[in-house]
């Protein structure tokens, strides 16, 4: 089995393009989608939300996902990263 990611180093490029930690851990597609509804709730709370709401409280749809997307990535890396350690270390 090929080493995957180290899950420090993907959680640092989720932190940054939301989506890219998905795409690091093989998953592209889950990392696209992660990208469509991130656009998709930060508009939709963008043009919904009062004026006299924060430019935060107007955007939090997508911080939401760009959060979950973060976790997601971050998990996913850490479950193969010792699933992988563990394969290595098993004795044959």
């Known amino acids: ?5 180290h899950p420090y180093g993907v959680l640092a490029v989720a932190l940054v393009l939301p989506g890219m930690g998905q795409v690091l851990n093989r998953q592209p597609v889950r990392g696209l989608i992660f ?3 991130a656009v998709l709730l930060g508009a939709f709370t963008l ?5 006299d709401v924060s430019f935060v409280g107007k955007l939090s749809g997508a911080l939401f996902v760009w959060a979950m997307a973060v976790f997601d990535a971050y998990k996913t ?6 699933v992988w ?3 290595e270390n098993a004795p044959r």
């Open 47 to 51: 043009k919904t939300a009062a004026p």
């Open 77 to 82: 890396a850490r479950i193969r990263h010792e």
């Open 1 to 5: 089995m090929k080493q995957p990611p």
């Open 35 to 37: 990208v469509c509804f």
């Open 85 to 87: 350690k563990r394969q």
